[in-house]
């Protein structure tokens, strides 16, 4: 590789973080807005035109603020913990597959699935770290929550990648030209949607979050930079789950505008499901995944496993 394409790798990696952050921002803004009208009223409206700069005014007021240095804390831990998780958050954006020179490289699924689940750790340190109950709980919640999610995640994931028979995120595009694998796998989409809900700690699975019991749970300790942070985070991954499930069964053609047409859409269901439904029982959640989630897409696997099995030696 010479010294040109990896200067293009460089920067076009460095403007697509650019961009994914200020959608982050935006996003934030659409869930005021949609959670304001949920709630009958306005929200956001004063900061700008309808308060389209309301984002921008948000992140100047959090990376102003003072900084808290609880005294009790494991100092390096507490601080590194945010700036790791927003790290790796924006680090899964760089396995989105652009035609132009990036890293669309043939591995891409181990790449989201490695990197995705070292978020947990993350959350894990930053709940320990603060020395408080209500943060350790908080982060004991989250990371017994990530973790049965994860199990089933996987599995129906890999009914998707027997059927495209590759772990290149832009084979999914050239597999649904002509047809949407939603069609092909409504339940097993349905299923990835909840299970992205639970693995990006959003409502009605915000354990690690949960104000009622927990004080806000594992950022509780957190003000000023450090909660911009893991909430730049959260947002992140909200967005690129949103973009997985556009990849996965909504067609997945990263030319057209379509896509990010639907992007935002899935975008607006997270949105939609966080002013609709109440916060699910733990124990509940637990069953649903262990007990529901797993032997269904176990047996969707062993069936999509021997149809492509199936295909294979019809044409051999």
Same mark, same amino acid.
């Given at each position: 590789?010479?010294?040109? $394409?990896?200067?293009?790798? *460089? *920067?076009?990696?460095?403007?697509?973080?650019?961009?994914?952050?200020?959608?982050?921002?935006?996003?934030?803004?659409?869930?005021?807005?949609?959670?304001?009208?949920?709630?009958?009223?306005?929200?956001?409206?004063?900061?700008?035109?309808?308060?389209?700069?309301?984002?921008?005014? $948000?992140?100047?007021? =959090? *990376?102003?603020?003072?900084?808290?240095?609880?005294?009790? %804390?494991?100092?390096? =831990?507490?601080?590194?913990?945010?700036?790791?998780?927003?790290?790796?958050? =924006?680090?899964?954006?760089?396995?989105?597959?652009?035609?132009?020179?990036?890293?669309? *490289? %043939?591995?891409?699924?181990?790449?989201?699935?490695?990197?995705? %689940?070292?978020?947990?750790?993350?959350?894990?340190?930053?709940?320990?770290?603060s020395n408080s109950n209500y943060s350790l709980l908080g982060s004991l919640r989250s990371v017994a929550q990530t973790i049965s999610y994860e199990v089933s995640l996987i599995l129906i994931l890999m009914s998707f990648l027997f059927m495209i028979l590759s772990l290149n995120i832009m084979d999914l595009s050239i597999y649904q030209e002509y047809i949407w694998f939603f069609f092909m796998m409504i339940p097993l989409s349905l299923m990835w949607l909840v299970s992205g809900l639970a693995e990006t700690n959003r409502t009605p699975f915000d354990f690690a979050e949960g104000e009622s019991e927990l004080v806000s749970g594992f950022n509780v300790e957190y003000s000023s930079v450090g909660f911009a942070m893991i909430f730049l985070a959260e947002y992140g991954n909200i967005l690129f789950m949103s973009l997985m499930c556009c990849f996965l069964f909504l067609g997945g053609n990263l030319c057209s505008y379509s896509f990010f047409f639907k992007l935002v859409l899935i975008s607006f269901f997270w949105i939609w499901v966080r002013g609709t439904l109440p916060r699910f029982r733990y124990d509940k959640l637990m069953y649903l995944a262990w007990k529901s989630y797993l032997p269904v897409a176990l047996n969707y696997l062993l069936f999509f496993y021997s149809?492509?099995?199936?295909?294979?030696?019809?044409?051999?």
């Amino acid at each position: 590789m010479t010294l040109k $394409d990896m200067t293009l790798i *460089f *920067f076009s990696s460095i403007i697509m973080l650019i961009c994914v952050l200020v959608g982050i921002a935006f996003l934030t803004l659409m869930e005021r807005k949609v959670l304001g009208y949920i709630q009958i009223r306005k929200g956001p409206n004063k900061v700008g035109f309808i308060g389209l700069i309301q984002p921008f005014s $948000d992140a100047i007021k =959090l *990376f102003t603020k003072e900084q808290t240095f609880p005294f009790m %804390s494991n100092f390096n =831990l507490y601080y590194l913990s945010p700036l790791v998780n927003l790290f790796l958050a =924006l680090f899964l954006w760089l396995c989105v597959p652009f035609i132009t020179v990036n890293f669309n *490289f %043939s591995l891409s699924f181990l790449f989201f699935l490695s990197v995705s %689940s070292l978020s947990v750790y993350t959350i894990m340190l930053a709940g320990w770290s603060s020395n408080s109950n209500y943060s350790l709980l908080g982060s004991l919640r989250s990371v017994a929550q990530t973790i049965s999610y994860e199990v089933s995640l996987i599995l129906i994931l890999m009914s998707f990648l027997f059927m495209i028979l590759s772990l290149n995120i832009m084979d999914l595009s050239i597999y649904q030209e002509y047809i949407w694998f939603f069609f092909m796998m409504i339940p097993l989409s349905l299923m990835w949607l909840v299970s992205g809900l639970a693995e990006t700690n959003r409502t009605p699975f915000d354990f690690a979050e949960g104000e009622s019991e927990l004080v806000s749970g594992f950022n509780v300790e957190y003000s000023s930079v450090g909660f911009a942070m893991i909430f730049l985070a959260e947002y992140g991954n909200i967005l690129f789950m949103s973009l997985m499930c556009c990849f996965l069964f909504l067609g997945g053609n990263l030319c057209s505008y379509s896509f990010f047409f639907k992007l935002v859409l899935i975008s607006f269901f997270w949105i939609w499901v966080r002013g609709t439904l109440p916060r699910f029982r733990y124990d509940k959640l637990m069953y649903l995944a262990w007990k529901s989630y797993l032997p269904v897409a176990l047996n969707y696997l062993l069936f999509f496993y021997s149809l492509k099995l199936s295909i294979f030696i019809l044409f051999i």
